[in-house]
């Protein structure tokens, strides 16, 4: 409960730490996820699922399982009309692929699904899965990426080389010779592990047919409401008013649930033809071996840097695993466009070239997740500092600062193209340094006891977040994300319903949205109710990603708020007789400037519904009013720090101690940013030193469960201390940036610099993540550069 | 990940359980905690017709003090072992190893009994009981037999327990004087199942010379093992550090560990003659040595 300030201050909400509204029910387990919504005659569905990597397949008999008491249909790719999702580009370097709902012809990744199996439980509808069965004829399957030119058998015919997206977006014929008189040249290969977002909520959804509105409402965890539900009325052959999509809470998303999945499809699609509900909730092999992943990436780059370490041109070869299919709606180009435009980051690099390119094969498909493509740029841009420091004899940081855009720089352009507003770059870099001093890390370096090493690792970065459909547009999708459209009521006790096309998926947009608002009502954020996650009651939207929701949907209802208030002080001014502009909105009130006289808002909203015959200046009928919002997107920067140990006797890593800067703008309620830099960099740290999807080489997922895929618990964070900068970006109204995905971009960077710096004795580097035990075994056995010098 | 049907049975007392075990037209699996049972059954790679659950048989979980050490019932938690006074001052070695077991959410409903029966080579407890010298008490309805560890596991996930037997006790004797142990483990998050790691028992004679010597070593091979050449080595000796790194190294040879997905047999055996030196310097020091 939020208490109401006593004086007769004007509160200011924005910028306080209240505690999320979101926590109690959380956190007491009285929240509803999807496949808590309750349902008493639901059919449940599961997928027979290919256990072939890649392969034709030659039949599929369903007849046991239908004999099976309790199941209630086997469906097909046939029986859905060979339903398919296809998620494009229109561009020329790009191949436009299908995927089928069901696998039809082929099968392209283990646990592709074959068929769905409705049923009157999920036990039975397991068993039924056991008694379907199949012959697929198997090819050779393409599981690395190299592996696409040894296999004669591609896995889209439309791709014969296996090459889904080939972008050169950047070309500078000046470059090679600007490389070949470099003082130095960089040249080196960094790799990333594939991953998997691992939500605690896995996908799930319960679809209906309602005959009575002749509508599908489906329920399903996402965060992209309107998207699934223009995906699932284009995959169905229905007008989009006949799709409703509620989202309830969802337990996570990380931009694994920025998508539309085909079982999703499939259930919808299920309880349209059988006119009976059909709920499916994704179990854990499912999530980590059978829905999204995303990550696997290799960068050969070359550097060039003067003598005085100052970069003088950057060339970059980008190749994406995508995996077996373009996801919907955000394609399979999304990771090589994100790579190849933002690579550079907050350094001033006078000439880039890069190829980027987004390869098939057979593992799940690849879609966003948290930082898409930043935590590897950074990785490999801080990575390329590191080398040039040590080449150079530079300092780490030194180095850094020569080559970081500064103050004076903005509005800066770079090669890529892109504009830069002002941000903190160069102050994050020596308030970051400095806190690496004050902290005494050196001196704890110098302590490690014997056979333990430690190192120190730097990572400066931005983060490029809240794109608008003017740079969306770039992209050409044939949907171009970027706007929302936030809708305010104040009812007849005051209260403020406000709905808005962004879906949180665990980021406590209930709380940060309603500090907005309640700054321009001049009521408490307790008044105010944000609605979210339903397409039959919000406007049209773009859901939550890449730092969007607090920037672009917060920044659309600031606007609406802005209008109420406009509203309030009008009813109030003609309720005291006063000119509007005298009016202001304080604590619940409107006031009159210097006479006292004031009017409660509950007061003016009970008048509005009850009473309206008294207001006979007004236009329009009650208290409600929209806004909107399309910024083209902007930066937020950090700098994070990392102090790490190595056991030379088990070659374990720990990450002793944290340091980062974050700079977001302002900040809406810091409680609920340093939770999203703390919480990323749990995901970075696990991306760097646990997590791996890893794949045998004839395809077969090695990591299914949480034994194997290992998420990082509590014991395995450093303490992490944060530090703020503010520099406001007025692209909206309230000066936010966006900041969702820093930690997650930051951390696998730092990380591997810490660990160079503590492995510098060693004439070798470590160029991937994730890192495992087994990495620096192999490093510690390497001579020292004296014993081989 | 739901099981296929099963029948499910309860029964109150260990005669009952017996009877429903020496039934052989059914295949039956125990139930203790369903820490490893039931996530198998969920994957399908279990799949019993009958579940013979014994969480009523209360009279099978104890810590009893005896002169010459600790009888532990089957049905004992991983948590009550963990927490246990006896336990920790008479056979410190189960207390740390317990320690070493998941989390308390597992370590709540595991049981001894049950760690046992699964015989996993990667699974602390059953580690520490080789090291300690335990004997196991099976019961059927013709009877109880006494097996000892040494005797009790068989390969990949198997144990020499018959299948109409319910394991009902172990002993452990306790810690002579000038004794020392030690459990060390590696895994790569904290609370998984081992990398590698090693249980060391140690005795020495008033002199400081070690007498007797017991080196099991976790996760290294199908089964819970010893390393007798490592143990050789010790015994007649006074430990120094060169002394513990060959036997280290002695115990890592005998070490048949396979690659996984979290390192690679040789990273896995160099990880095991680390535990089995950190150890051995351990256990020295422990029997004040
Ligand atoms: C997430 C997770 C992490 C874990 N991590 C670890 C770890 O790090 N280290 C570790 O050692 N273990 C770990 N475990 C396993 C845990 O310790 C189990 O409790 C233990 O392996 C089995 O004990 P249980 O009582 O749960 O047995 P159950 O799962 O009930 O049974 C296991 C087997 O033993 C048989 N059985 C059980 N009791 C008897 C009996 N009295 N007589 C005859 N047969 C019997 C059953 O029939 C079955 O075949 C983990 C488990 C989980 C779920």
Redesign the pocket.
């Known amino acids: 409960m939020v208490t109401l300030p006593t004086s007769g201050e004007s509160q200011q909400w924005v910028g306080q730490p209240l505690q999320r509204r979101e926590d109690a029910r959380f956190l007491r387990g009285t929240g509803r996820y999807t496949d808590d919504v309750p349902h008493a005659f639901a059919l449940h569905a599961a997928f027979v699922r290919s256990p072939i990597a890649f392969g034709v397949i030659r039949s599929i008999d369903v007849r046991p399982a239908l004999e099976i008491p309790g199941v209630i249909a086997v469906l097909t790719s046939a029986d859905l009309g060979h339903a398919t999702l296809t998620g494009f580009l229109d561009r020329d370097e790009f191949i436009k692929t299908a995927m089928p709902i069901l696998a039809n012809e082929r099968v392209r990744f283990v646990g592709e699904p074959l068929a769905i199996v409705i049923a009157t439980s999920r036990y039975i509808a397991e068993d039924a899965i056991e008694a379907v069965s199949y012959e697929i004829d198997e090819f050779d399957p393409i599981v690395a990426m190299d592996d696409a030119q040894r296999t004669p058998q591609p896995i889209h015919d439309e791709a014969p080389d296996g090459v889904l997206v080939d972008l050169r977006m950047f070309n500078d014929d000046e470059l090679e010779e600007v490389l070949a008189t470099s003082h130095v040249v960089v040249d080196e290969t960094f790799r990333s592990g594939r991953l998997q977002a691992a939500p605690m909520e896995g996908r799930g959804c319960l679809a209906e047919w309602i005959d009575r509105d002749d509508q599908l409402v489906v329920t399903v965890s996402t965060q992209l409401p309107h998207q699934v539900r223009t995906g699932i009325a284009q995959a169905l052959g229905l007008a989009e008013r006949q799709v409703r999509v509620i989202v309830p809470d969802v337990g996570g998303g990380f931009g694994f649930k920025a998508v539309l999945g085909r079982e999703e499809v499939a259930v919808a699609a299920a309880a349209r033809i059988l006119r009976r509900p059909v709920r499916w909730a994704e179990d854990r092999l499912e999530s980590l071996t059978a829905s999204f992943q995303g990550r696997e990436q290799e960068y050969t780059v070359r550097a060039g840097f003067t003598e005085d370490g100052v970069l003088t041109g950057l060339a970059a070869d980008i190749r994406c695993n995508i995996g077996a299919y373009s996801a919907f709606p955000f394609t399979c180009g999304l990771e090589p466009i994100m790579a190849a435009t933002e690579f550079l980051g907050v350094y001033k690099v006078p000439r880039y070239a890069s190829r980027s390119r987004g390869i098939a094969s057979n593992k799940p498909p690849s879609n966003a997740y948290r930082g898409v493509s930043r935590p590897q740029i950074v990785m490999v841009m801080e990575g390329l500092m590191d080398r040039a420091a040590d080449r150079l004899g530079i300092d780490r940081v030194e180095i850094r600062r020569r080559n970081t855009i500064r103050a004076e720089d903005f509005p800066y352009s770079g090669p890529n193209g892109i504009t830069y507003e002002p941000g903190s770059y160069l102050e994050a870099l020596e308030l970051c340094a400095a806190q690496v001093e004050a902290a005494g890390w050196r001196q704890r370096c110098e302590e490690a006891a014997p056979g333990f090493i430690r190192g120190i690792g730097i990572a400066n970065f931005s983060e490029r977040n809240a794109y608008g459909t003017a740079t969306m547009g770039l992209r050409r999708m044939p949907m171009t994300p970027g706007f929302e459209v936030a809708h305010l009521a104040m009812d007849a006790s005051g209260d403020v319903t406000l709905t808005s096309g962004t879906c949180s998926a665990g980021q406590g947009h209930e709380t940060t949205f309603a500090q907005i608002v309640a700054d321009r009502l001049g009521i408490a954020p307790d008044r105010i109710q944000l609605r979210q996650g339903d397409t039959d009651l919000t406007s049209f939207g773009w859901g939550t990603f890449a730092g969007r929701s607090l920037v672009i949907g917060g920044g659309a209802a600031a606007v609406a708020a802005r209008r109420l208030a406009v509203q309030l002080r009008e009813v109030a001014a003609q309720l005291l007789s006063v000119d509007a502009d005298d009016v202001e909105l304080v604590n619940g009130h409107a006031r009159v400037r210097g006479t006292g006289a004031s009017i409660s808002i509950d007061e003016i909203a009970k008048t509005v519904h009850f009473r309206s015959h008294l207001l006979t200046d007004r236009e329009e009928y009650l208290l409600e009013s929209h806004g909107s919002a399309d910024p083209s997107g902007m930066f937020s920067n950090g700098c994070h720090a990392a102090l790490v140990e190595i056991d030379a006797g088990t070659c374990a890593v720990q990450v002793l101690d944290y340091l980062v800067v974050e700079d977001c703008g302002v900040i809406v309620n810091p409680l609920v940013v340093d939770g999203q830099v703390r919480g990323g960099i749990a995901q970075g740290i696990g991306a760097t030193l646990y997590e791996e999807a890893s794949y045998s080489p004839d395809g077969q997922p090695l990591a299914g469960s ?2 194997s895929y290992l998420v990082p618990t509590a014991a395995e964070m450093p303490p992490i201390s944060i530090h703020h900068l503010e520099t406001p970006c007025y692209q909206t109204e309230t000066g936010v940036k966006g900041m969702g995905e820093a930690g997650t971009i930051g951390a696998p960077a730092v990380i591997l610099s810490a660990l160079n710096d503590a492995l510098r004795s060693r004439d070798a580097w470590l160029e991937h993540v994730p890192v495992t035990p087994a990495d620096i075994q192999r490093l510690l056995a390497l001579p020292t550069k004296m014993e081989s010098s | 990940m739901k099981p296929a049907s099963f029948e499910y049975v309860a029964p109150a007392t260990v005669p009952e359980a017996l009877h429903l075990l020496a039934d052989d037209t059914v295949d039956s ?12 059954m969920n994957l399908r790679l ?1 799949a ?1 017709e009958r579940l ?1 659950d ?1 969480n009523n048989l209360r009279d ?1 979980a104890y810590i009893r003090d005896d002169i010459n050490g600790l009888h532990i019932g ?2 004992t ?2 948590t009550d072992v963990l927490a246990s006074t006896s336990v920790r001052q008479m056979t410190p070695l189960l207390h740390e190893a317990a320690g ?4 308390s ?3 709540n ?12 080579a ?5 580690v520490a009981l080789l090291a300690s010298n335990a004997v196991i008490t ?1 019961r059927s309805i013709e009877g109880e037999r006494q097996i000892s560890v040494e005797d009790f596991f068989q390969g990949y996930f198997s144990t020499t ?1 018959r299948a109409d ?4 006790d172990v002993f452990l004797p306790a810690m002579p004087p000038h004794g020392g142990s030690a459990f060390n483990e590696f ?1 790569r998050r904290r ?4 990398i590698g790691g090693a249980a060391v028992v140690l005795v020495f004679d008033d002199q400081g010379i070690c007498e007797s010597a017991r080196v099991a070593l976790l996760a290294a091979g199908p089964q819970p093992v010893r390393a007798p050449a490592s143990e050789g080595l010790l015994v007649g000796h006074r430990l120094d550090g060169e002394l513990i790194l060959a036997a280290a190294k002695a115990a890592a040879s005998s070490a048949n560990p396979v690659t996984s997905i979290h390192g690679s047999a040789e990273y896995r055996r160099a990880v095991i003659e680390e535990m089995v030196a950190r150890g051995l310097r351990e256990a020295t020091q422990r029997a004040g040595v």
């Open positions: 949480f034994m | 699996k125990v139930l203790a905690g369903g820490q490893s049972l039931i996530p198998l279990a019993p013979i014994i099978l089957a049905m938690r991983h070493f077991v998941a989390h959410q597992v370590r409903r595991g049981t001894l009994g049950g760690t046992l029966a699964h015989a996993d990667a699974a602390e407890i059953p099976a327990l037997e319910l394991i009902v895994s609370g998984d199942y081992a």
